[in-house]
């Protein structure tokens, strides 16, 4: 009966892993997310934060307005600065929406 129970719980947990639905997504899929337009309008530091004003984000289902985003790599708050134009990916890591990369735009 042990065995039994032992082999149905090693079964089970891979397939209940999988549906962790609050994981953030692999680096993969930010890689596939598609590049939109945006200007940086601020940078908070202290938040962790850069505000951008952009277009129709479809990745993570925003109208255009201006908002303010994480940062996959709070470094990029030293590289960036209000004003620069940008072409960046979206996503959500919970509730928040991050950017996961960016490129300047040209």
């Known amino acids: ?11 089970s947990l891979p397939a209940f892993a999988q549906h962790d639905h ?3 997504p692999p680096p993969a899929a930010a890689k596939a997310a598609p ?6 309008r601020k940078i908070d530091k202290a938040a962790g934060e850069v505000v951008i004003q952009h277009g129709q984000l479809d990745s993570i289902g925003m109208p255009p307005m201006t908002m303010a985003f994480g940062v996959a790599d709070k470094a990029w708050l030293g590289k960036l600065k209000a004003g620069d134009r940008i072409r960046f990916a979206a996503e959500m890591r919970g509730s928040t929406p991050v950017v996961s990369r960016y490129e300047m735009a040209k």
């Open 1 to 11: 009966m042990r065995l039994l129970l032992s082999l149905l719980l090693g079964l």
């Open 22 to 24: 609050h994981a953030s």
């Open 35 to 40: 590049l939109s337009d945006g200007t940086v």
